[in-house]
Every structure is written in C-alpha cells, then in structure tokens.
C-alpha cells in the first residue's frame, strides 16, 4: 500500500462527448494535459461532476483507461468506483488497480436510505476486501449520509480506508471527522467537495479537495490552496471571494454539472451536448449562462469578452469601495485614538 497522503486539489474532471454522444477520447487527452500543465494535484474521474452514473460500467472503466495512459505517473489519480453494490465496486477496484490507479473514491450506498450500521457493514466489506486504498465518499445530498462514528470506526479497522471526501460543505462536521480520526491515523486524508468553502475547510485542517471549480479554473483553485497553506489569509480570502460567485453561477444557473460544461467549453474544450437531456427553455438558458461566465472569466483574462462586451461588474466596484471606506475608518479610529477620544 501506498504510504503517499492524498493532498491537494483533485479535479473532477468533466467527460467531453463527440457530436453521437460517445466518449471524446482525443478531447479527454487533450483536457488532461491540459489540467495537469495549469497546476492540479491530481485527477478525479467517474465521480458526480464526471456524471459517473450517465455512463456504462465499460464507458466508466474505459474513462479511466484514457486517462491512467494519459497522465502516465505525472499527478496521482483518484477514481469514483462506486457501482450498484459490493462485488460490482469490488470489481471496479480491481480494475483500477491493474491501471496503478493511486485510490478509489466510494460514494455510501445510495437509492436506499441505509442505517449508520448498514452504512459501516458496506464499507467494512470493501475495506476488508480491496487491493486499492479507498476514500469514502461523504454526499448526503444524493447517498447516504456517513457519520462520524461511523468514518472514525472504519479508519480504525481498515487500513485499506486512507481517506474521507466530504461534500456537504459542513464545516463543523468536517472538524468532528477531524477531531476523531487523526489521533489515531494522522495520515489519513481528509477532503472538501465542496468549492464554496475550500479556504474555510483548508485552514480547519482539511488536507485538500476535490472541486469542480477546479476543472474550469486550475489556475485559481490552484493559487486558493497555495496561499492558504502559506497562510496568506487576505490574499486567499480575496480569491475565494473570486471563486465562490463563478462557482455559485455554476452550479445554481443550470442543471448540474451543465454550468461547469459551459465554461470548460469557454476554455476551449469541445464538450459535446451532454447525455441529459434538456428542455428548449433550459438550452436558451444555457446560452445566456455562456455569455455571463464568459463574463466572468474573461475578467481573469482566461478568455475574451463576449460580443458587445460586458455589463459593469457592480459587485468589483462595490468592493473596492468597500476597501477604501474600511481604510478611511481605520485612519479616523486611529487619529481618535491619538487623541485620546477613544
């Protein structure tokens, strides 16, 4: 087993498509290097933003054999493996494991509301029984949800079980998880899904993420985790400021994960129609969800403007004066001060 920590930003890399809908293998090579030369940590294929469960078995195993060929060592990859039920995702940990996949990431059973005990006694089975490490994969929101108890029990009886990747964005669920686990394993990694809090998670002690953000601007997630782990507090803060409003426009404007495939392809990605189908309603929304992030990033200088140009960015200027009235506040308390009236 690999004594290497799962650290940094994992990115859960979208799936483009051909014009038929299958699998753009080319296009899928070609957002990988990319990725990998902007800085990311590591790959996280076949999970939620990789629409794990729009594809096949096959499809998800083939997905993984692309990019294990692609990435060829250069950055560690943790794979969704999470199938229908304990011999399938026993199979696909297997499979990945002949590919030198680094870990596997579990969604807990989902479809059926299970009991914390059912929850362990699925996990403890596969963490008996794996020949790969394993991360669970915490996502109450569509599975059923872990408990602290729970994930500090596994980690204790199986050694196979190396990590948590929590998508809740509870920070004091995060502290919790923290608290009981690291005393006694503290290389066990813990990591946040959950874009809107990265800085947040990270300085709770998170030991990074996997973030959909993350496949749009590497760059910026990127710099978010290094000035964060460097304690640069301020300049952090102003980045994830930055990247909570890009990552809120995508994931609340459009069907999930359609707001992310819309900026990748801003990027410069042929992403191809997803597999979900859409209303036409939903389509022309889309189109002016493009021109909104195109908006945004072009701000970064990550593409152009849209044709006719962008509206004012209010918010920009109303922090900006926002800075300038805290600084003029700061002076007056400080001449007051001076002057003995406070």
Sequence with gaps: MSKVPLKGIFTPNLV??????????????RYVDWLIERGVHGLYPNGSTGEFTRFTPEERRRILAIIADQVRGRVPILAGAAEANVKETL???????????????????FYYKLSPKSVYAYFREIGRNTPIDVTLYNIPMFASPIDVPTIQRLSEECERIVAIKDSSGDIPHMIRMIQAVKPNRPEFAFLTGWDAALMPMLLAGCDGGTNASSGVVPELTRKLY????????????????DLIRLFDTMIYSAEFPEGFRAAVQLRGFKMGRGRQPLSDEQKTDLVTLSRELQCMLSNHGYTDQPIGGCPIDVSASTAADAVEVSAIVQQVVAELKRRGLM
Excluded: F, H, K
Excluded at 16 to 28: A, C, D, K, Q, V
């Design 91 to 109: 199979a696909a940990c297997e499979y990945y494991a002949s590919l030198g996949i680094r870990a596997v990431a579990i969604v807990a059973p």
């Design 16 to 29: 483009p498509y051909t014009e038929s809908g299958e699998i753009n293998e080319g296009e899928l090579r």
């Design 226 to 241: 290094d000035l964060t782990t460097d304690y640069q507090i301020d300049a952090a803060r102003a980045v994830q400021y």
